[in-house]
């Protein structure tokens, strides 16, 4: 009785523990989703300065677009033409983006204050736009200045971004900010506690890798087949949202990426473990076996 016990509680903890790394899984992929590094990556695939503002911030179109917006605005901020269009067509522009789009998602999901470049990148820029100025000798104009040119240009990309209001609309971003930036720490926890609990009912602490490999390597599984299907959901999106296409097929891409990534490195981590177990009941296994020779 007392085994059948301990079987159910177990059953019942190992259950658990797959909810939890199910649910880090998910998590851990939503926040790699909205890095700065991701981002850069996800702008360069849709070639987001081709794209209307009105677009990208979910308004009435604007006849404008991102690559213009910032050509004017660098134009104002007495940025010489040659200059400004050699940052565009640079690779770094995407990572430029990255950062700025990383802190508008933060501005419109956590109603924090509105986006601006940060420090490293406006240093970037600058570094950048004097390369340019000694390919451009013709150019009038000196390094401080250029540099003050700049960091005025860098504030004034906070102009870009609408309200807060207009941009998510009569939506609210309540239920995104939860996982988005819900802190790992407490799944962490309870992992650990979990796994604590299956070693005290089990008196046993090698046995704890069958469970937690058992369960690492079905959850990420799990989330390997989920990644996988990519031609599944970038069909079932775009025959919803066609006007979108261009939007939604990368973004569903780079999604699947992370969650198949993330899903193979939990998985083979299971595996590890649970070979780990293996290899320890043998030699509990061999142990006995000489010991029952040894006494005959």
Same mark, same amino acid.
């Given at each position: 009785?007392?085994?059948?016990?301990?079987?159910?509680?177990?059953?019942?903890?190992?259950?658990?523990?797959?909810?939890?790394?199910?649910?880090? %899984?998910?998590?851990?992929?939503?926040? !790699?989703?909205?890095?700065?590094?991701?981002?850069? #990556? +996800?702008?360069?695939?849709?070639?987001?300065?081709?794209?209307?503002?009105?677009?990208?911030?979910?308004?009435? @179109?604007?006849?404008?677009?991102?690559?213009?917006?910032?050509?004017?605005?660098?134009?104002? #901020?007495? *940025?010489?033409?040659?200059?400004?269009?050699?940052?565009?067509?640079?690779? @770094?522009?995407?990572?430029?983006?990255? /950062?700025?789009?990383?802190?508008?998602? /933060?501005?419109?999901?956590?109603?924090?204050?509105?986006?601006?470049? #940060?420090?490293?990148?406006?240093?970037?820029?600058?570094?950048?736009?004097?390369?340019?100025? @000694?390919?451009?000798?013709?150019?009038?104009?000196?390094? /401080?200045?250029?540099?003050?040119?700049?960091?005025?240009?860098?504030?004034?990309?906070?102009?870009?971004?609408?309200?807060?209001?207009?941009?998510?609309?009569? +939506?609210? !971003?309540?239920?995104?900010?939860?996982?988005?930036?819900?802190?790992?720490?407490?799944?962490?926890?309870?992992?650990?506690?979990?796994?604590?609990?299956?070693?005290?009912?089990?008196? #046993?602490?090698?046995?704890?890798?069958?469970?937690?490999?058992?369960?690492?390597?079905?959850?990420?599984? %799990?989330? $390997? *087949? %989920?990644?996988?299907?990519?031609?599944?959901?970038?069909?079932?999106?775009?025959?919803?949202?066609?006007?979108?296409?261009?939007?939604?097929?990368?973004?569903? !891409?780079?999604?699947? !990426?992370?969650?198949?990534?993330?899903? $193979?490195? $939990?998985?083979?981590?299971?595996?590890?473990?649970?070979?780990?177990? *293996?290899?320890?009941?043998?030699?509990?296994?061999?142990?006995?076996?000489?010991?029952?020779?040894?006494?005959?």
């Amino acid at each position: 009785m007392i085994r059948i016990v301990k079987k159910i509680i177990t059953y019942i903890l190992t259950l658990i523990l797959f909810i939890l790394f199910s649910t880090m %899984i998910f998590i851990l992929s939503c926040k !790699t989703l909205i890095t700065k590094e991701n981002l850069s #990556s +996800y702008v360069k695939t849709i070639d987001i300065l081709n794209v209307d503002l009105g677009i990208i911030f979910n308004l009435e @179109e604007k006849g404008i677009t991102l690559q213009e917006e910032i050509f004017n605005l660098a134009i104002e #901020s007495n *940025i010489p033409k040659p200059i400004i269009k050699d940052i565009l067509k640079s690779d @770094e522009i995407n990572t430029i983006l990255g /950062d700025f789009f990383k802190n508008v998602i /933060d501005y419109v999901l956590k109603n924090e204050n509105k986006p601006s470049i #940060s420090d490293e990148t406006t240093l970037k820029m600058i570094d950048l736009a004097i390369i340019s100025s @000694e390919d451009h000798m013709n150019l009038m104009i000196e390094e /401080d200045e250029l540099k003050e040119s700049i960091i005025e240009f860098s504030s004034k990309l906070t102009d870009i971004v609408p309200e807060r209001s207009l941009i998510i609309g009569e +939506y609210t !971003t309540d239920r995104i900010n939860e996982i988005l930036y819900f802190d790992m720490v407490n799944i962490y926890i309870l992992i650990i506690v979990v796994c604590i609990f299956i070693c005290l009912v089990n008196k #046993s602490i090698y046995k704890l890798f069958k469970y937690l490999g058992s369960v690492m390597i079905l959850s990420g599984l %799990i989330f $390997v *087949i %989920i990644g996988c299907l990519n031609n599944l959901y970038g069909n079932l999106l775009v025959s919803k949202y066609q006007t979108l296409q261009n939007f939604i097929l990368p973004l569903v !891409t780079n999604v699947l !990426t992370i969650i198949f990534k993330n899903g $193979v490195l $939990v998985s083979f981590s299971g595996v590890f473990i649970y070979l780990m177990y *293996i290899i320890i009941n043998r030699i509990k296994l061999n142990n006995k076996i000489n010991m029952l020779l040894s006494k005959q």
